[in-house]
């Protein structure tokens, strides 16, 4: 698979979570949406299209000070299908996506974990995003 086609994954997912779930920026003012919420929601859909990945969100990375990717794709068990990390941003600022973007290449991006792909995922509340991809070189 390559960059391409993990943009348009991504892309395409991002429209299906806003056309199956128009409501998701919907709550009451007692109920807060959280990054982590979007995210899950949001890699059900990049699930579809990439089934044959186990997918885990909000994992905790202990040989990496405890740090914590929002959506993987690999196979559980090992390191040699590490194939995609997902950071979700909700309406993200500049600053916020650069250091997402550090943080891929610093640390998702090393030994031994070694994911092939890394993104960032900013969600807007106008249910528009952007998506950037990088590989693993």
């Not at 186990?54 to 990717?69: Q, Y």
């Not at 640390?107 to 974990?113: E, N, Q």
């Amino acid at each position: 698979m390559d960059l391409e086609t993990i943009r348009k994954f991504l892309r395409d997912s991002i429209s299906s979570l806003f056309a199956n779930q128009p409501n998701i920026f919907d709550f009451t003012s007692e109920t807060g949406q959280t990054e982590w919420n979007l995210a899950h929601h949001y890699a059900n859909e990049i699930h579809t299209l990439l089934s044959n990945y186990d997918c885990d969100l909000d994992v905790i990375k202990l040989n990496f000070d405890n740090r914590r990717p929002d959506i993987i794709f690999h196979s559980r068990g090992n390191h040699k299908s590490n194939f995609l990390v997902v950071e979700v941003k909700r309406d993200g600022d500049r600053a916020e996506i650069a250091n997402d973007v550090q943080k891929i290449k610093s640390v998702w991006f090393r030994k031994p974990l070694i994911y092939q792909f890394g993104a960032i995922v900013n969600l807007m509340r106008d249910k528009t995003g952007t998506v950037e991809v990088f590989e693993n070189r």
